[in-house]
Structures are given as C-alpha cells and as structure tokens.
C-alpha cells in the first residue's frame, strides 16, 4: 500500500501511496453508495474515487499534498466498506490511512501538540504497564486528567463537544484484565489444539468481561488458551493517526513475540486489532523475513473466524433466550472479510433469534477517535445505525469491536432505547456452562 | 473564477452548494471514461428546478459552458467539462417526488439514483425496468441524458422508452415540461424524445416522469457455459430466431469471467471460453415453455454446462455479478478501455471471430461481455495508459472493428453515448449531412453554444478528429 521509494511526485518519500494503488482505480463509483462520509455530503472529494483520485493528483503533480488532501485523509472513517464494494480491488482507505502519515510529514505539529499525540501514541499505547498503571482512561473522570485533556485537546484535533463524548461513553471500568488472566489456561473437555490469545488494549482496559469470556469459550471448545502478557498494543490507534513507524516498531515485537509461542493459531476478540495483525504483512514488507510474516498470518484469525472454522461443539450449550440483531463491525466485515462467521455462530446459540438489520454493514460512526472529531458528522452516522437497529425490535445489540461498542452503547442510552449491546463473546459466554 | 461570481452564486444557491477550491474541481473532471480529465471553473448543487435556472443564468451571462452532471458514471465523457466552465452537479436533487399508481407512473428529481426509484416502485408491486450496470449509483436524470440501457434492453427496452415526462431548464431561460402522464401523445414535435439521449446538449432535466409496469410474475434464470465463444453466440441467435425474447440474455467471456470470479467468489467456471446469463419472465405458464425451449436450444448447440439458478437470490447474486463485469476487468490492468459497439443479432458470432481476430492481430489483451441478446457487446481493452505503443494498438482494434460493425449495418454506440470519446465515429455512421442536421438543432436549442460544449460534435466541422490531448488515452 505505501513505498518508500520510485516515483512518488509530491508526496513525502517516507510512506507514500504506491502509485500502482491509485491507478487501479477506474472511477466507475461502485463506492459511492457505501461511503458514509459521501452520504452526508454528497461531494465528490468526500467520496472514495475523490479520494482515489486526489491521491492520484498528488502523485501526478497535479496538486500538491495541500491541507484539503489533509482534511480528507482525515474525514475518511477508514470503514473501508469501499474496498468491499470495489470489484477493481482499490483500497481507497488504505490509501488515506497512508495519507494520513504523509499529513504528518507535511503538516508537522507544534511543540505541545506534538508531545501530546508522542505521549498518547509512542510512550503510553506501547506499554502496557504503563497503560495499566496510568488508569489513563479512569483520569477521564478526575478533575485533573480533564483539565489537562483539554488544554492539549487540540493536538488531537477533537472536535468542540468531544469530551463530553467521550466522558460520556466511558463504560464502567472493572479493574483490567491482563493482569488477571493467567498465561495459560488449559483446555475443557477433548483438547483440540493451542491457541495464542492477543489481548487488545481496549479490551483490557475497558472490555475486561468480553476477553474473559473469550477465553473461557476457547477452553471450553477444547483450546488451551497462551496470552502472552507482553504483547504490545497491535498498532492500530498509530495507523488511523498516520504514525507508521511506531505501528512498524510494534508491529515486528508482536509478530516476534508470538511467533515464539509454541501455537497453531492467533485469535483476537477485537475487529480492529485483527484487521490492523492482519496487516502486518504489508506493514512490514521488507522489514521482516517473508516467511515470517506469511507464517503469521496463516495462524491469524479473527474468534468467531475461528470458531466457525473449527466448528462449534454445541452439544453442551445452554439456552439464552433472547431476540438479537448484528451490527457488522467495519473493520470484521469490510477490513478482513468476515460477515458469514458470526451470524453462523448466533444461529448455533440455544434460544437466539437473529432478526438482520438493515445496512448492518454500514458504519456506526465510531471509527477510533473520528467519532470525537467529526462529532456532529458522528451523530448523523450514528442515528441512521440506530434506526435501523429500532426497527428489528431485537432485544439486543451485538457486535464484536470495542469501538462499535462504545459509540452504540453510548448511542443508544441518548437515545433513550432499550437494547443493551453486547459482544459476540459475552453473548456466547452466557450459553458456556461454568 | 471571481470572488464576484462565487459570491453571488452562493447568494443564490447557499454557501454549501457552490464549490470553487481546487481540490473540488479536480474531482469533478472525470467521469468512468478513461484518460479524460478537465478542470471546470466552478460547481454548483441546485437543489431545485428553479436554482438550476438562476444558475444557468448566471453562467449565460458570464458566458461559461453549463455541464451536467449526476453521479458521473458515464462512459463517453458526457459529464466532463472540456471546455471548462460550471459543472451542475444534480445529485443532490434526490427526491422521488410521486408514485401515480392509478396511472403508473413515477415522477423524481434527476439526481435519483437509478436503483432507488426501482426499490421504490417495487415496494409498491410496480416495475421501472432499465437497469444500467451502474444502476446502484447513476441517476436517472444521467439515464435519460444518455438514454441508458442496461441488462433487460432485450425485452423490456430502454429508458427511452419510459420517459413520459420531463422538466428542463432550457438555454433561453425558459422551464419547460414535454410530455405528460397521458399514454397518447402526438401534439407537436416530440421534444422529449428530442431530449432522451441528448447529452446536456439541448437542456438540463430536474425532473422525470417515467412509464411503470406490472413486475413479471415469474422468473427462471440459466447459466451456460461455452467451450468456444462464437457457440454462444450462435446460441442466442438460434434463441432469438426461436422467437424467444428472454428478459435477460448476458455474456462474458474468459477474461472477462476471471476476473468477475476474482471479486465476487461464487463459482464462475474459470475454465471456460464463457458464459450465458440468460432469464426468462412473465406470467408463469409461458415462463416454463420459454425455459424448456431455451434449454433444448443450448442443449442442441452443445452448451458445456447448463444451470438453473435454484431461487431467486442467487439469481439475483448472478446479475449483480455480471452488473460488475467492467469494473472487476480492471483488476488486470491500469486502463480499461470499453467500448461499446452493436450488431444485429444474426452477426453474434461473426463479431466474436473478428474480436478474437483483432486481438490476436494487434498484440491485445481483451475482455468482452455484453448484453448479447440485443447485439450489444463491450469489447474492453486491458492495457496501460503509460504505454503509447500499446495504446496505439488498441486505436487502431477499434478502428478496424468500428468499420467492421458499420459494415454490417451496427451502430457505435449502443448505450454510452457520443460524448467526447466517438464524435469521430458518429460522422462514419451517420455520414456529414447527419451531423449536420444535428449541429442546427443543437443551434436551435442553444444558439451560444454554452451548454455541454464539445459533446457528440465538434461546434467547428463535424468530421474532424477530436481532442488531441487525449489522443494517446482515449479510443476514439
């Protein structure tokens, strides 16, 4: 997706959009009814052949890397439901995902600006201990934390009522789970195999129940779970913020780290760290061993990829009688593929009825910290999801992503809507004998 | 562009529907076309038929070239502003404005998306049958613009032949309805029928009103497979002969299927020369004779493989695979030019020999599929823009095949329309006198030349080769 040499006209060398990338786009604008941002607009250059074709511009020296071709990068949720509609195979979120470390190359920021996002992204979000440590997300609530916050709130170009937003999606902390979790829990019933969990940061941090379930189930079908507590965060808050190298730095500890562990697979519970591993092999083209990387990704999946490809064993499940609906995380659906997995692993709990909505592949506005920039743009994204989910009458909401769960939790409890939403993994938990 | 302009366009039209920055401009140059690329001058969104006419105004006094423009999936660049100037961009005239169902009729703005208005009247139990490739994402105003085709031409026809009604802005500052809900119609000079297919030339629709059918009550749809092209062809002339006219009777060959397959993952048999879709509708005892008769035709050409979709929703799943053909063709290569060339239906199989023998003889790598059953077939060459010599090449496969086509009494462009990327063509085919003819009607509608310049004709001599800076991009 970027290169780092040949031509790249006016884009910085460091991570420029491989031209290749950019032509293959033949502008026929399959994309434009699936993109969100081209939805609320209805203007070309929000649309992802108006991104495509920016980029191209850029690379053509047709415009230089201005602060439009900025905005843009930035206003791209990265939903990629474009890439899904593509029959060309252009990527164009991948490609604004790369534009976006080119803003930084280009549009430097100020010094407390900088040491901000260098705090967040280089120094708290690759240690976890300290991640763990600093409660950064409980400081949310105290007085001081806010108070910094908003001083240096610029840095992160948040939009005007983002911390409300944010304070107000905070779920109810439990203490984290990485350090709970024990690295190795053995297997239930006959052992079918040893996988390698990758704790995401959200999910511990915020999610603790979901990963616990996780967990369980995965000893439960049979799976001695190995969760290597070392792992660092997967990279993903530093592709969206366009900061590569530290993706890069993280990305080559974690593909070692696991690489070491004696397992078969690598499962993750978190649709964005999965499309984020799943990238690594891009990532880091060049930078490590080709065996390494295929290596890596032939044992990734994604749990209810897992699941749904090793077969469920149903035979001990209990019933959970509820009426559900799906909410398609982007980056399950549209980032690796995967729609078919976990509405098979719905159907196979004892008690569930799964009612579609409509558009449940359309994004929630969540979005990593779009939906704190773009608030009010994020709340025109997020009412059309929750239309759609009122009209299943469903009692629940699931989806499988942390950041789907924030925003649609938060949504729906301004909405004054009865669903609760709940993980995959919570949901299937519940049907686990303990 | 000045700040003057800009201002008193936003005046009128509101400050979020004018653009001027750049990086809008840019993006508003190109259609699906390949290589064509031209900055206009500025870009408005009326949100009414009566914006589009302060726009229009503006833009006459200011003496800037008007170009139309929906979603911009055309593919002769007819929404691209060669000569610079005000793009209207209609996508935000969205509203369908009326489902008539006593009369069968639906009335919506012309940025509607194609598709939409389809749902729409089906959610009624009604059928608005034209059904672009593109119709997820073209607008019906660009529909009629372009006088699109689509997948069930074969039997149900084009949007010419729905369009009742339509509102335009024309370029003496006149609205004008033409048409109206009435199945009969002779009182003058059919202007709508003069409007269907003229590329922004004449005028510049905000609203349509189109012809509603009842939806067959039943379907059937078949997938054949072909160890050699130019059977398939002779199939859906046999077909055709039969006097059957099936709903549906689609094409793709080898290429083509590979690269679908690539996208959509269903199955397309990879090994094969290519394949037939072919669908059978209507009330449901004719249904099953149309579909016996059409098996044993295929069976009697020696069809490789003969499937019959088992619902509904793979059947569906097979048309919006095939509605991707053009697109997924672009996975092989950077460019992709299409064309878009029709024969009479008894020259299928000729037309695919002398596609395979121009292939062959100018060194080309070539995807077709089409819509066989109404002659309708798109050649595409995969090549790259980058590479002159090539280019060239697929020129020169266009040309012969272009004479070869007019030779048999086809047409240039089926459905696409002239644009900027035939005008050459359109002089062989309809000669100079014909051209002519249709410069003094342009004059006629728009006597300053401001609307959609450049399109289908050159302004100055009708038989001159087109736009040079193009030349080594764009098939012409």
Known sequence: MSHTDGTHGNFTAQDAPAYEDVLQCMRCGFCLPTCPTYALTGRERSSPRGRVALARAVAEQQLEFTGAVKEEAFFCLDCRACATACPSGVRAGEVMEVCRSQAHHKYPLGHVGKSFREFILQRMLPNPDLLEKSTLPARLYQRFGIQWLVRHSRALKLGPTWLEKAAGMMPDLEAPLRPQLPVVTLARGEKRGRVGFFLGCVMTLMYPNVSRNTVKILAHQGFDVLTPKDAKCCGAPHLSEGDRDTARALALFNLDLFLQQEVEWIVTDCAGCGAALKQYEELLEGQAEYEKLARFRSKLRDISEFLAEVGLRTDELQEVTATVTYHEPCHLCHAQGISRQPRELLKQIPGIELREMNEASWCCGSAATWGLKYSRESQQVLDRKLANVAATGAQLLVTANPGCQLQLSWGLREAGMPQQVVHLMELLGRAIPT | ?476
């Open chain 2, 1 to 476: 562009m000045s700040r003057a302009l800009v201002a008193n366009l936003q005046q009128l039209l509101g400050r979020e529907n004018v653009c001027h920055e750049q990086e809008d401009l840019l993006v508003l140059g190109y259609d699906s076309t390949p290589g064509i690329h031209h900055l206009p001058d500025v870009a408005v969104y009326p949100t009414s038929t009566e914006k589009v006419w302060a726009a229009m105004e503006i833009a006459q006094q200011e003496g800037l070239a008007i170009v139309p423009r929906g979603s911009g999936s055309g593919l002769s660049g007819g929404s691209v502003p060669a000569k610079g100037g005000m793009v209207l961009c209609l996508n935000r005239m969205n509203r369908i404005l009326e489902i008539d169902e006593e009369n069968l009729t639906a009335t919506a703005q012309a940025g509607v998306i194609t598709l939409d208005l389809f749902n729409a009247t089906a959610a009624k139990g009604l059928f608005y049958p034209p059904d672009p490739g593109s119709q997820k994402i073209s607008t019906l105003g660009g529909n009629v613009m372009e006088d699109a085709g689509g997948l069930r031409g074969l039997k149900y026809g084009v949007t010419r032949d729905y369009v009742m009604a339509l509102k335009c802005v024309l370029p003496d500052g006149s609205i004008l309805t033409t048409g109206g809900k009435s199945v009969k119609d002779v009182a003058g000079y059919s202007f709508k029928d003069l409007l269907v297919g003229s590329e922004g030339t004449l005028g510049i629709i905000t609203e349509v009103t189109v012809k509603l059918i009842p939806p067959p009550k039943a379907k059937r749809t078949f997938l054949a497979y072909f160890d050699d092209i130019r059977i398939a062809g002779a199939a859906v002339s046999k077909i055709i002969a039969a006097k059957i006219i099936p709903s549906t009777m689609e094409i793709m060959d080898k290429a083509t299927i590979n690269c679908v397959e690539d996208y959509v993952k269903i199955g397309l048999p990879r090994q094969m020369a290519a394949l037939l879709l072919i669908e059978v509708d209507g009330h449901p005892a004719m249904v099953a004779e149309e579909a016996d008769s059409v098996e044993a035709i295929l069976k009697a050409v020696k069809a490789t493989e003969i499937h019959v979709a088992k619902d509904a929703e793979e059947a569906g799943r097979l048309a919006a695979a095939r509605r991707t053909a053009l697109s997924a063709l672009a996975r092989v290569s950077p460019t992709t030019l299409l064309e878009d060339a029709t024969v009479p239906r008894s020259m299928l199989a000729e037309t695919f020999a002398e596609i395979e023998r121009l292939t062959a003889r100018y060194r080309l790598k070539v995807g077709t599929f089409g819509h066989a059953g109404d002659g309708n077939l798109h050649p595409t060459v995969l090549c790259d823009e980058r590479n002159s010599d090539e280019m060239q090449r697929a020129h020169a496969f266009y040309d012969d095949l272009y004479a070869q086509v007019l030779a048999w009494g086809g047409t240039v462009s089926g459905e696409h329309g002239i644009g900027l990327a035939k005008k050459e063509y359109l002089a062989r085919q309809v000669g100079t006198g014909g051209v002519k003819v249709m410069k003094r009607i342009k004059d006629a509608f728009d006597p300053k030349g401001l609307l959609n310049p450049g399109k289908i004709f050159d302004e100055h001599d009708p038989c001159t080769k087109t736009h040079v800076e193009e030349d080594s991009l764009v098939s012409h």
